[in-house]
């Protein structure tokens, strides 16, 4: 089973500043099938990136995704008020077992 | 647009059974593969179960491996977890999800739609 093992645990920033958040997998993730994740209080995930750098359908150009092998990286160019939220990221190279990092939390400092 | 609607969630004692259902709509249900992720309280995402379009593929994460069945019924456009010797460590918010790759897939990928979930409590 591949681990996730994502950071910082909580990145504390202001509306306007850019967010790096890294995930970072326990053995290399095959063929860059990695995803990210966006969830707000009360709300399901919502699929923010895919194949590790590919943005989900409606999902705004300041949200870019990177990486390959162990090491990805999911950008936010300027956080907007709404991108305050928890992220995951999920590898799905060794399908049939898909997992998830434990989050990062984004929020207003 | 897409509509998966979870139901059958609720208050459960340790060692009974509960049956989750997912009300799919807005797509072609028969041919993506579908999946259950539980979150519990405070706590992050887990993958319970996968299966694919055809039922052909069927996949667990080992925390239920043996007590959960999931299943599908295509004409009806319903996603199922059948749940035995439920646990406490079981209590969670349990979503249905769409797999996101191409149609007739029989791995498992990301999920681009969620349903926003049923709560199963295990308690005495």
């Known amino acids: 089973e591949i681990v996730l093992t994502q950071s910082p645990g909580t990145l504390s920033l202001s509306p306007g500043e850019r967010a790096t958040l890294s995930c970072r997998a326990s053995?290399?993730?095959?063929?860059?099938?990695l995803a990210w994740y966006q969830q707000k209080p009360g709300q399901a995930p919502r699929l923010l990136i895919y194949?590790?750098?590919s943005r989900a359908t409606g999902i705004p150009d300041r949200f870019s995704g990177s990486g390959s092998g162990t090491d990805f990286t999911l950008t936010i160019s300027r956080l907007e008020p709404e991108d305050f939220a928890v992220y995951y990221c999920?590898?799905?190279?060794?399908?049939?077992?898909?997992?998830f990092g434990g989050g990062t939390k984004v929020e207003i400092k | 647009e897409v509509q998966l609607v979870e139901s059958g969630g609720g208050l459960v004692q340790p060692g009974r059974s509960l049956r989750l259902s997912c009300a799919a709509s807005?797509?072609?249900?028969?041919?993506?593969?579908m999946h259950w992720v539980r979150q519990a309280p405070g706590k992050g995402l887990e993958w319970v179960s996968g299966?694919?379009?055809?039922?052909?593929?069927?996949g667990y994460a080992d925390s239920v491996k043996g007590r959960f069945t999931i299943s599908r019924d295509n004409a009806k456009n319903s996603l199922y977890l059948q749940m035995n010797s439920l646990r406490a460590e079981d209590t969670a918010l349990y979503y249905c999800?769409?797999?996101?790759?191409?149609?007739?897939?029989?791995?498992?990928?990301?999920?681009?739609?969620w349903g926003q979930g049923t709560l199963v409590t295990v308690s005495s």
């Open positions: 807005g797509f072609t249900f028969d041919d993506y593969a």
């Open positions: 053995q290399s993730v095959s063929s860059s099938y």
């Open positions: 999800a769409k797999d996101g790759y191409l149609p007739y897939s029989s791995s498992w990928y990301y999920f681009d739609y």
């Open positions: 299966i694919s379009w055809n039922s052909g593929s069927i």
């Open positions: 194949g590790a750098s």
């Open positions: 999920q590898q799905y190279g060794s399908s049939p077992w898909l997992t």
